[in-house]
């Protein structure tokens, strides 16, 4: 996990938390969050549901609530964040040799995602308007029925419609087929594009790839 700042400068998030609790940094000066994640193989992340599932979901919910003036308790206190604007998802593929072939960058604006996932309305009904110190459980909790209770997609959850993805279009279970055809168009109109970049190591370059598996599925149906 990564921040960079208004100037452009990067750190390490929990090396720079340790900082604004300590006084040497502050919190208003981040403003995109980055998570980075590896895989041996791009097919496990080609869908973009898969790109906001679990853990970015979970650092989406963390980032808005941080925004909106929450301060999350935990082993190291995050203070609110007001300047947050992005959260970026990179994806590193692998070789068999464990270096890195190719790499996938999606940005997103957080208080857009937010919006689509109604996050606002559900910190509003849980934990209400004020800005206040909450703890990981209540952050937890939002997650929990962002992603667990409300319908989003097609009628499905989104861990559900996740699942049903995954199904036909990693493991070809033709079962799934309809279904996922209609989740893959929900999802195509009810979330934004990302900005995204694909940069090749070898050759050193950024190059033109289609890695919406969820457009694919569209147009095949």
Not at 189 to 201: D, G, K, N, T, V
């Amino acid at each position: 996990y990564y921040y960079i700042l208004l100037d452009g400068e990067i750190y390490p998030r929990d090396v720079y938390n340790k900082e604004v609790a300590e006084g040497k940094r502050s919190a208003k000066d981040i403003y995109t969050y980055v998570y980075i994640d590896a895989s041996m193989n791009f097919d496990s992340f080609l869908f973009d549901i898969d790109y906001l599932k679990n853990t970015s979901v979970s650092n989406i919910v963390d980032s808005y609530l941080r925004k909106a003036g929450f301060t999350i308790t935990n082993e190291h206190d995050e203070p609110p964040t007001p300047n947050l604007k992005y959260y970026i998802r990179a994806v590193v593929e692998l070789n068999n040799d464990t270096e890195p072939e190719y790499l996938v960058i999606d940005i997103y604006d957080i208080d857009v995602l937010a919006r689509i996932l109604h996050i606002p309305q559900i910190v509003q009904q849980k934990l209400g308007s004020r800005p206040r110190e909450i703890t990981a459980r209540d952050d937890f909790n939002i997650y929990d029925i962002v992603v667990n209770i409300q319908p989003l997609l097609a009628g499905h959850t989104y861990d559900d419609a996740w699942d049903i993805l995954r199904e036909y279009a990693a493991f070809h279970n033709e079962r799934f087929k309809d279904e996922a055809h209609k989740i893959a168009l929900a999802y195509l109109q009810l979330f934004p594009i990302s900005y995204r970049a694909c940069y090749e190591w070898k050759a050193g370059i950024f190059i033109e790839t289609n890695c919406l598996k969820l457009d694919l599925l569209k147009r095949s149906s």
